[in-house]
């Protein structure tokens, strides 16, 4: 419960765990350029000039496989996909140690979700970033987890490695 934490230890907190909606239209502010949308965070949790928050968020634009005009664009200018890697690059921001992922490619094409789902792998390894990751798709969850829990009607009914959950399921 973080509610009830001091100031220091719930912007450590703030600063270490981010997200990745499900739904990236409506997560992104319409009215925000994505250099705002990237920058949100390093105004939030870091003390930069603006020259060097520019070069990192031109950094992160790089890193997620978009160029430097996206800066001076909005969100409804961009594909799902495109959405998508822009939540990413706001989520990495702050180089938290957890990244609550909640049914992240789920809005997407096929497609378009392989190249997500591989994005955020090569993310997690650069990074080194731990993804609480929550979804319906098994096949996206045996290839995204090393560890899963099962929850059925809220309640957690197994917890195990990847290899022992679809080799020997309980549920």
Known sequence: DIT????RKKLNY???????FQ??????NPRKRIEDIIAEPLR???HLSK??????????????????DALYQYPHQFS????????????????PKLIVADEPVSALDLSVQAQVLNFMKKIQREFGITYLFIS??????????????????GRLV???SRDDIYNHPLH
């Open 4 to 7: 009830s934490e001091k100031n």
């Open 14 to 20: 703030n600063r270490d765990v981010q997200m990745i």
């Open 23 to 28: 739904d990236s239209l409506s997560s992104l």
């Open 44 to 46: 939030n949790f870091e």
């Open 51 to 68: 020259n060097e928050e520019k070069m990192r968020v031109l950094r992160l634009l790089d890193i997620v496989g978009l160029s430097a």
């Open 80 to 95: 799902g996909g495109q959405r998508q890697r822009i939540g990413i690059a706001r989520a990495v921001a702050t180089n």
């Open 136 to 153: 319906h798709d098994l096949g996206v969850v045996r290839h995204m987890c090393n560890n899963i829990a099962i929850m059925n009607k």
């Open 158 to 160: 197994e917890v195990g």
